[in-house]
């Protein structure tokens, strides 16, 4: 184990998160390797009862793995994963990043449905849920546990599944880092590349208010192997890109299909017809399409979503109004197609509500300079003022920062919330673990 206070060299960058608006500093971070450094941890940090936060892939981005004056958890060193190239049986330890753990599947042609950036942690996504560009396949990421190892507030260790804690791998599946420190997460994989059809088409912004009902009706008509979003982003400089275009706000369309790469060039073929400025979808890497994402780090980042069950053409104008006023070259704005997979009968196993949603709206700031993040955010909100009308009141709390209680029981319902407080009553009856979307524990 790695103890690290604010006098060791590595204090600066052992803080640091993804999201430069988060700059806490806490008394101590332990770095642990292993379940028993973990356990150890804890204790340390209840004997001297400081505020413990967990830490993984830090993208939470509230900054909530982070904070001032505690004890933090880093599993980072946790890095093994075993992969059974025969059944598909992934496990992985809790400092994995998606882009390790894309990398090392996908030598077997397996994956999981994983972040849209490949920098994000393994375990923070897959406890809140875990959306990427598969679910529509595969649901999210937490439909593909089959068991996840813990250590409890208590320091006990227990494995959550099908058949061992049964209530607390349900809670597991959505309710984020409430119930204990995840060592190891182990997945059913799906057989799936390594060659895919994915990219990304760019229209010229001019063309929003056509594109973007064109999209949101050939979207509801594509086949559950289709993963898509539409995304309002500013051009950036790169010869493939006319340069008409750089530095203005466009439309881009992320595609992939799930499937055998032919057929995902079928399938993008309506969307084709709608003639793209630029056209950078074709087979590709998985794994090299799942980093070809990435948000740029050392930025400001303030973050917000709601939930759609339909997108009228009223509401579709918002974004498009919202979008000619995006606040800086690098925050954009983004409608992501549920359905499929997504709102099938895995729903039942998981906690979160409202998986029949049709869309998610997903407008992030992520701004060069802190004035610029101010910015950002006021641009953020007045959109969800705006949108409000048409949201369904359903929340993805992985893509929000901080909004409290009300937010977090509307990611559950109040019936789910109840089931999931017990649970926390039961494994973490004092809200050690309270550095998260906190779910209280019952009767406190
Ligand atoms: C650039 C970017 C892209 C993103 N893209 C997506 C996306 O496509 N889909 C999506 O669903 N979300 C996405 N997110 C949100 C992200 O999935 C969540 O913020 C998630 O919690 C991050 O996990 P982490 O391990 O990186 O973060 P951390 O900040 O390290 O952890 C976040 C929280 O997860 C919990 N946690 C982390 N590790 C453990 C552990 N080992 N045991 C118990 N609890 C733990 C803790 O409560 C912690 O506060 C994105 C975020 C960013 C910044």
């Not at 087979?283 to 759609?308: E, G, I």
């Amino acid at each position: 184990m790695k103890w690290i206070n604010p006098d060791s060299p590595d204090y600066d960058p052992a803080r640091k998160v993804f999201n430069a608006m988060i700059d806490r500093r806490p008394a101590v971070i332990a770095q642990c390797s292993n379940d028993a450094e973990v356990a150890e941890a804890l204790r340390y940090g209840r004997d001297n009862s400081l505020a413990i936060a967990v830490r993984a892939g830090g993208h939470s981005v509230a900054g909530m793995s982070m904070n001032d004056g505690g004890l933090v958890i880093d599993v980072r060193p946790m890095k093994s994963i075993q992969v059974d190239p025969e059944s598909g049986v992934v496990t992985a330890g809790a400092g994995l990043t998606w882009g390790e753990f894309d990398r090392a599947t996908q030598e077997h042609a397996l994956a999981v449905t994983g972040g849209r950036a490949s920098t994000t942690g393994v375990a923070g996504f897959t406890l809140g849920g875990g959306s990427g560009w598969l679910e529509r396949s595969y649901g999210f990421a937490c439909d593909s546990l089959v068991s996840v190892n813990l250590v409890t507030a208590d320091g006990d260790r227990v494995t959550a599944s099908a058949t061992e804690n049964r209530e607390l791998f349900w809670a597991l599946h959505g309710g984020g880092g409430n119930f204990g420190v995840a060592t190891s997460l182990t997945f059913q994989a799906h057989r799936l590349g390594p060659v895919v059809h994915a990219g990304l088409m760019l229209w010229p912004g001019e063309a929003a208010a056509d594109i973007t009902p064109a999209f949101r009706d050939l979207a509801l008509a594509a086949p559950d192997g289709v993963g898509l979003a539409l995304l309002y982003l500013t051009a950036w400089p790169e010869p493939l890109i006319p340069e008409r275009m750089v530095g203005r706000m466009a439309v881009a369309m992320a595609y992939l299909y799930a499937g055998d790469p032919e057929e995902g060039s079928e399938h993008a073929r309506p969307f084709r017809e709608l003639g793209p400025a630029v056209d950078l979808v074709g087979d590709t890497n998985y794994a090299d399409f799942q980093c070809s994402l990435d948000d740029p780090p050392d930025h400001y980042n303030y973050w917000s979503a709601d939930y759609h069950d339909d997108l009228p053409d009223e509401a579709l104008d918002l974004f498009v109004e919202s979008a000619r006023n995006l606040p800086d070259a690098t925050s954009q704005q983004l409608i992501a197609r549920w359905g499929g997979a997504v709102g099938g009968n895995l729903g039942a196993a998981t906690p979160l509500i409202n998986r029949n949603a049709a869309w998610v709206s997903h407008p992030y700031g992520i701004s060069p300079t802190a004035e610029e993040g101010e910015r950002a955010k006021a641009w953020v909100k007045d959109f969800r003022a705006k949108i409000a009308p048409y949201a369904n009141g359903g929340v993805w709390l992985n893509f929000i920062g901080n909004e409290g209680q009300d937010r977090i029981r509307a990611a559950f319902g109040n019936g789910n919330y109840a089931r999931l407080a017990r649970v926390k009553r039961d494994f973490d009856p004092q809200n050690i673990f309270r550095g998260n979307q906190n779910i209280l524990p019952a009767g406190s």
